[in-house]
């Protein structure tokens, strides 16, 4: 870190975008040390000199750029309210959505290493991020050891989610991953102290297909099973998760699915004896569940 305060303490004010300078307009524009750190889910250092740090707050409009993929590199961004998409463009201009950051999730650390940000973060509704220039973030680490701690643990956060994304790519079907999907989402609305059971989607279909890998076609039809299973009630946005144990069920490949669900969503249903565990399994779901995901399905 203190290398890193060393290089970043040279930005000055001027190297900030226009929209971290809109932020000052903004009513009430300031968060403190304190508030972050529980908005972030961490313990706060204690420090009594702490109380005099500050953070600029910017609103961002529905349909509004945070951050654009190739910008320089100045802050983290930690969302407060709302949502976002983040989105990685390629050289043909085709997209990838990389995520959907939410209350409480950082955003901004792949412009660390380049300079530049390489994603673009879009609200999808009218949200708030706070704003923590890396020149900011690395001036307290210095200062207080055990508040760079802490900063780990949230990268490690972020590093963990990846992860097993990457997993559920790589080995699930297209009803495991938006089963996947909407336990997860379901899980951090919960942890907000929203419901676990209704919700509302911000994302489009398209957008969540991009970023579970699946056409937009699939994710119609793998809700439309799911909804048809009993599992879910589906709404246009709205979502409705009837039976948890059943949508666990769809991304734990030892789970026991009930055949009558399991015919809905195109799953072959468990024999008896040692012959059941083999055809209850869909292909290439032989490695072992990420560890996240067997928590959800635990739980």
Same mark, same amino acid.
């Given at each position: 870190?203190?290398?890193?305060?060393? %290089?970043?303490?040279?930005?000055?004010?001027?190297?900030?975008?226009?929209?971290?300078?809109?932020?000052?307009? %903004?009513?009430?524009?300031?968060?403190?040390?304190?508030?972050?750190?529980?908005?972030? %889910?961490?313990?706060?250092?204690?420090?009594?000199?702490?109380?005099?740090?500050?953070?600029?707050?910017?609103?961002?409009?529905?349909?509004?750029?945070?951050?654009?993929? #190739?910008?320089?590199? %100045?802050?983290?961004? *930690?969302?407060?309210?709302?949502?976002?998409?983040?989105?990685?463009?390629?050289?043909?201009?085709?997209?990838?959505?990389?995520?959907?950051?939410?209350?409480?999730?950082?955003?901004?650390?792949?412009?660390?290493?380049? +300079?530049?940000?390489?994603?673009?973060?879009?609200?999808?509704?009218?949200?708030?991020?706070?704003?923590?220039?890396?020149?900011?973030?690395?001036?307290?680490?210095?200062?207080?050891?055990?508040?760079?701690?802490?900063?780990?643990?949230?990268?490690?956060?972020?590093?963990?989610? *990846?992860?097993?994304?990457?997993?559920?790519?790589?080995?699930? +079907?297209?009803?495991?991953?938006?089963?996947?999907?909407?336990?997860?989402?379901?899980?951090?609305?919960?942890?907000?102290?929203?419901?676990?059971?209704?919700?509302?989607?911000?994302?489009?279909?398209?957008?969540?297909?991009?970023?579970?890998?699946?056409?937009?076609?699939?994710?119609?039809?793998?809700?439309?099973?799911?909804?048809?299973?009993?599992?879910?009630?589906?709404?246009?946005?709205?979502?409705?998760?009837?039976?948890?144990?059943?949508?666990?069920?769809?991304?734990?490949?030892?789970?026991?699915?009930?055949?009558?669900?399991?015919?809905?969503?195109?799953?072959?249903?468990?024999?008896? #004896?040692?012959?059941?565990?083999?055809?209850?399994?869909?292909?290439?779901?032989?490695?072992?569940?990420?560890?996240?995901?067997?928590?959800?399905?635990?739980?």
């Amino acid at each position: 870190m203190t290398a890193a305060m060393s %290089h970043y303490d040279a930005l000055d004010s001027g190297s900030m975008d226009q929209g971290t300078a809109r932020a000052q307009d %903004h009513e009430g524009a300031n968060l403190s040390v304190r508030e972050l750190t529980r908005l972030l %889910h961490i313990d706060y250092p204690g420090e009594a000199w702490l109380v005099q740090t500050a953070f600029a707050l910017r609103r961002v409009r529905e349909g509004e750029a945070l951050v654009r993929a #190739g910008d320089k590199f %100045h802050s983290l961004y *930690v969302v407060r309210s709302g949502c976002f998409k983040t989105v990685y463009t390629d050289l043909s201009g085709s997209e990838q959505v990389l995520g959907f950051p939410m209350c409480g999730d950082l955003m901004g650390a792949d412009g660390i290493d380049s +300079g530049r940000y390489s994603s673009t973060a879009v609200s999808l509704e009218t949200s708030e991020v706070v704003i923590v220039p890396l020149a900011s973030l690395a001036r307290l680490a210095y200062e207080c050891p055990s508040l760079e701690a802490l900063l780990y643990r949230v990268l490690s956060r972020e590093l963990v989610r *990846v992860q097993n994304m990457a997993w559920a790519l790589g080995t699930l +079907g297209a009803e495991g991953r938006v089963a996947a999907f909407l336990l997860s989402l379901s899980a951090r609305l919960g942890a907000l102290g929203y419901s676990r059971c209704s919700f509302n989607l911000r994302m489009t279909r398209q957008e969540m297909g991009s970023y579970l890998g699946l056409k937009l076609e699939t994710v119609s039809r793998a809700l439309s099973a799911l909804n048809t299973a009993g599992i879910i009630q589906v709404h246009q946005r709205s979502i409705d998760i009837v039976d948890a144990a059943a949508l666990r069920g769809v991304i734990d490949p030892a789970a026991r699915v009930p055949a009558s669900i399991a015919s809905h969503l195109g799953l072959t249903p468990p024999r008896s #004896g040692v012959d059941k565990d083999r055809r209850s399994r869909k292909p290439g779901s032989q490695f072992p569940c990420g560890p996240v995901w067997r928590q959800l399905a635990a739980a």
